[in-house]
């Protein structure tokens, strides 16, 4: 069994860019020897962690296999790799925060945003709703004599979401390529894709179904709970994971450094404050952590009760004794 963390990051396009500026953020800048075509690649500073360079779509694949521990994927890809069959399956991904087995998603990672939707041409007026489309699906058949098509590459979500909303009477068509064309080329009736904006949509004269997002999606930091997680492997994913939290952890919060009479009261007063952390403390001095939207709040308070001056700053990291993400992973893990 394998003693190295192996963690998969997209190969290419806006994603990658965005996850290694994500790990650089964390302190765990990634290397790779032979330049940006290598697909190998390590973590400054953390030995026992090798990066693989990978699809986005493979990666999902990969985690579901077990043969990466860690990996940065979309949500959508996740749940159509690795989601179950059948309407219950749908629903219960469809409100599961976390990801389907066998993975854990380990944090949200706030970018790469999209939504997985269902779109009809804008000519279909009298399309609004899912259940309206149920209806022209049945009358299709009946003046076309075959099913509705719908192209997308999305198949596994299709079929549950179609399903789940009483859709029946269909045919699935894979797109490999721009799927948001298929409409205006006569390959299919209706697409169910990804978009961000609806922009690239509304160009291609189509509409989204005011129920049909079938997903909101974004990047996330995965973990698969069928790789081998030895003890080696587990002490590298808790130092990432620990570097990770205090990142998460410093850009949701403020410092503030205030110059009072500090007394035992005053401690305890700050210190039974939700969302308030005592950092240090001299006789005429003190130092707060607190959430960011608190801070401004804080500093006035701390004003009133006779401090001379109040600074409020960012901070780069924050480093806890507890580790809720690892946490939260060992726990999946058993």
Known sequence: ??????????????????????????????????GARDYFGTI????GVDVQ?????EIAREIGAGNVHLAVTGIDLLHETLGG????????HIVAEDAPAPAHIVTRLGFGHADVVV????????????ADLADVAARFRLKHHRPMRVATKYVALTRRFLTAHGVHDYLIVESPGATEGAPAAGTAELIVDITSTGRTLIENGLKIVDDGVIMRSEAALTASLKAGWTPAVRKACRTMLTRIAADDRARSVKKIDAAITVTDSLKADLTARAGVTLAGSTADSLSLI??????QTEAERLIGLGARTVTISSVEYVFEAENALFDALEARLG
């Open 119 to 130: 779109a009809v041409p804008q000519a279909w007026l009298d399309v609004q709703s899912m």
């Open 290 to 295: 607190c959430p960011r939207k608190k801070a």
């Open 85 to 92: 069959d059948g309407e219950d399956g749908f629903e219960k």
């Open 1 to 34: 069994m394998s003693e190295t963390l192996i963690v998969a990051v997209p190969s290419k396009g806006r994603l990658q860019e965005q996850t290694l500026a994500f790990f650089e953020r964390s302190g765990l800048p990634i290397r790779q020897a032979r």
């Open 53 to 57: 360079f990978r699809s986005a779509s």
């Open 44 to 47: 400054d500073g953390l030995p």
